[in-house]
């Protein structure tokens, strides 16, 4: 087991609805192409698959995809948009989890590998993607660029939302390099809300480089987004590609 916290039901009940920009045609009519491009002929396996937002596209546009998923919630909620023949999935955490099988792509987006909450268990999560791909595999991780620019001095939050029904910011652990993201959400109109958070422990993408460099794999491209628009020093997230050699 890894340090990731475990979805509970009443969130992975609620994912779907609550995350509608990502399931938007916008999001993921790119994502989908970018990792069939990438995929080829060949399998790919998604770390933290949760309920299915890119796996079944994915799997529906042709690829054979199986996915790894630490939440039984969110696996049960997939589950239910497509059986265990056309996407298998193995329930386990992505850093130590062995799927059966070579892939010719591995990929883990939407911020998950910073759930894991340690530095060694990131390095084992790329030591694990390079242990299912084939020679000239990719693996794939979608990331955020740490905020800290947003940072002022000698303070320790920054708002990300702040809207009607949502309030959501960001503490900073600038020494162990851990976020914790709150988020005070107002259910129905009797003026309640919700209040939930999670950690996470943010790193560069010169740090992914260097995991990636222990697992084997080399980079061959990182991008500001799915659409292939250049990385630069103002870009907030990257998606970047490495490959393990032939």
Same mark, same amino acid.
């Given at each position: 087991m890894t340090s990731?916290e475990?979805?509970? /039901? ?5 994912y779907?609805?609550?995350e509608t920009e ?6 993921l009519?790119?994502?989908?192409a ?7 002929d060949?399998?790919?396996?998604e770390f933290?698959i949760?309920?299915?937002r890119? !796996?079944?596209? @994915?799997?529906e546009?042709?690829?054979p995809?199986?996915g790894v998923e ?9 589950r239910?948009k ?6 298998p999935?193995v329930? !386990? $955490?992505? %850093?130590?989890t062995?799927? +059966?099988?070579g892939?010719s792509?591995?990929?883990?987006l939407?911020?998950t590998?910073?759930n894991?909450?340690?530095?060694d268990?990131?390095?084992e ?5 390079a /242990?299912?791909?084939?020679p000239?595999?990719r693996f794939?991780?979608e @990331?955020l660029?740490? +905020?800290l ?8 939050a920054v708002?990300?939302?702040v809207?009607?029904?949502h309030?959501g910011f960001?503490t ?11 988020h005070?959400t107002r $259910?129905?109109?009797? !003026?309640r809300y ?6 996470h422990?943010?790193?560069w ?8 460099r222990?697992a !084997?794999l080399e980079r061959? /491209?990182?991008? %500001?987004?799915? $659409?292939g628009?250049?990385?630069?020093? $103002?870009s907030t997230k990257h ?6 050699? %032939?």
């Amino acid at each position: 087991m890894t340090s990731s916290e475990r979805w509970s /039901r009443a969130t992975a009940e609620r994912y779907d609805t609550e995350e509608t920009e990502a399931f938007s045609e916008a999001v993921l009519g790119p994502t989908v192409a970018f990792l069939g491009e990438l995929a080829g002929d060949g399998r790919a396996l998604e770390f933290a698959i949760g309920t299915g937002r890119v !796996g079944v596209p @994915l799997r529906e546009r042709g690829v054979p995809v199986v996915g790894v998923e630490l939440s039984e919630h969110m696996a049960a909620v997939l589950r239910r948009k497509v059986d265990e023949d056309t996407l298998p999935v193995v329930i !386990g $955490d992505m %850093a130590t989890t062995v799927v +059966p099988g070579g892939f010719s792509l591995v990929y883990l987006l939407y911020n998950t590998i910073s759930n894991l909450l340690t530095q060694d268990e990131q390095v084992e999560c790329f030591r694990n993607a390079a /242990r299912h791909l084939e020679p000239g595999g990719r693996f794939v991780v979608e @990331l955020l660029v740490p +905020p800290l620019r947003s940072l002022p001095h000698g303070q320790v939050a920054v708002p990300f939302d702040v809207s009607e029904r949502h309030l959501g910011f960001d503490t900073f652990d600038l020494v162990e390099q851990v976020l914790v993201s709150h988020h005070l959400t107002r $259910d129905g109109d009797d !003026g309640r809300y919700r209040r939930e958070n999670s950690r996470h422990r943010y790193a560069w993408p010169a740090e992914l480089d260097l995991m990636a460099r222990i697992a !084997g794999l080399e980079r061959e /491209r990182r991008v %500001a987004d799915w $659409d292939g628009s250049p990385f630069t020093q $103002d870009s907030t997230k990257h998606i970047s590609v490495w490959r393990k050699p %032939a």
